[in-house]
């Protein structure tokens, strides 16, 4: 793999530990600001509604700049908006911080992703893009926990100085490793919006945002979920997210690896389980062992999906993929955004921290429904244009005799 791939995992695990930490800090985040748990979920859909207006908007702003130095950009925006969030004094500045940073993720993973897979062949794509998101992955392993211990013991607005520090890094490495990549002659704003009348292109980002949806349903929630449901001790949540995050580097790898040659089966598999396992755990959350267990196995089967779903797009939108892929980021967000805001729904209705597992379930369920629908529509397309094929111009079935 070339060595660029480990600058933009290193972007991608700045970026992945700010997205991810805030969930270890809720408690810490709405006791100094004097607002509510589920509102200081806000914190999670904010910034990942501003991932999803951001990913379109960064990434057109930078169709008539290298790609290299769009990357560049968006870690500088990344950084502000990590300071800004350390150094906020009122809740809705700390919430201002965490969308300006979020402008910078989705035009990062998308314009990454089409700089990825442009650096190997092409039956290696989806290789290539699961190594940047390896970056996002560790960082639920290393990035995350190490956040959520110093925030703990020394406040939470030095984690996100912290984070605002491996930006700078992952700045550095992107300015040292990635080549020079300008955009492709004669592709322009028109041609990278056409992808979107492709049916699977849509249904593909319809996948994306209910199927991670279901993972956030479940984990966006996690430390009241785990402290006061489970019975760990807030002390816990540190390596609790060690074992979400080494799930998500596992999934993400065997995602990676099996999606070059098997794609909808790997959906499929990990979707349908996917669902299976949000659904227990409103069981397993009650015992702290099969809650472990299955923290790990959410992350495992919620990443599984991201690099199939990641190159399902840009094969769909091969001519013209920097959109589309941004785009598609920003469809992992909005399901994000959308599954935090029903699992606030489901906890102030009075359902318990475990409801919203239920609501992930169902999303996750629900991506898998697409899934089939998209395979089939694949499927018939591809018999129509075999019958098109074997049909000559006359509207007759060529012979059925083979030239010697």
Do not use: C
């Not at 960064?58 to 500088?76: A, D, E, F, P, Q």
């Not at 890094?169 to 009348?197: D, I, M, N, S, W």
């Not at 267990?293 to 797009?313: D, E, M, N, S």
């Amino acid at each position: 793999m070339p060595l660029a791939l480990l600058a933009l995992a290193i972007g991608a695990f700045g970026i992945g530990t700010t997205e991810f930490v805030i969930m270890g800090l809720l408690p810490e985040v709405a006791t100094e600001y004097g607002v509510t748990i589920p509102t200081a979920g806000h914190l999670v859909s904010g910034y990942a509604l501003g991932v999803v207006l951001g990913a379109p908007i960064m990434t057109i702003l930078g169709t008539r700049v290298s790609r290299k130095r769009m990357l560049m950009l968006l870690m500088g925006l990344f950084i502000a908006g990590n300071v800004l969030s350390a150094l906020a004094p009122t809740f809705g500045l700390m919430l201002t911080g965490r969308v300006v940073a979020s402008l910078a993720h989705g035009a990062f993973f998308g314009i990454g992703s089409v700089v990825a897979a442009g650096l190997v062949a092409p039956h290696k794509r989806a290789g290539a893009i699961a190594m940047m998101f390896t970056g996002l992955t560790l960082a639920n392993v290393v990035g995350v926990p190490l956040g959520t211990y110093v925030g703990q013991t020394t406040g939470w607005r030095a984690t996100f100085l912290l984070v605002a520090g491996l930006g700078v890094v992952g700045l550095a490495g992107v300015a040292k490793l990635v080549p020079e990549q300008p955009r492709p002659e004669g592709v322009r704003l028109r041609h990278e919006a056409a992808a979107f009348r492709n049916v699977q292109v849509l249904l593909a980002m319809g996948m994306t945002v209910l199927g991670f949806g279901g993972v956030f349903a479940a984990i966006t929630y996690i430390t009241p979920m785990m402290t006061k449901t489970a019975g760990f001790a807030d002390s816990s949540v540190t390596w609790l997210l060690v074992l979400l995050g080494l799930g998500m580097v596992g999934g993400n790898l065997i995602g990676g690896r099996y999606a070059d040659r098997h794609l909808m089966p790997m959906l499929y598999v990990s979707l349908g389980a996917l669902a299976v396992v949000l659904a227990l755990f409103t069981l397993t959350a009650h015992d702290k062992i099969a809650a472990a267990v299955t923290i790990t196995l959410i992350g495992g089967l919620g990443f599984a999906t991201v690099p199939p779903l990641q190159k399902r797009v840009l094969d769909q939108a091969s001519g013209a993929p920097t959109l589309a892929s941004a785009v598609n980021i920003g469809a992992f967000n909005l399901g994000n955004a959308l599954a935090a805001w029903l699992g606030g729904l489901v906890i102030g209705a009075g359902f318990g921290y475990t409801a919203p597992n239920w609501v992930g379930a169902a999303l996750a369920a629900s991506a898998l429904l697409l899934a089939v629908v998209s395979h089939t529509l694949e499927r018939r397309g591809g018999v129509r244009d075999s019958e098109a094929a074997a049909t000559d111009t006359t509207g007759t079935a060529p012979s059925l005799v083979r030239p010697v």
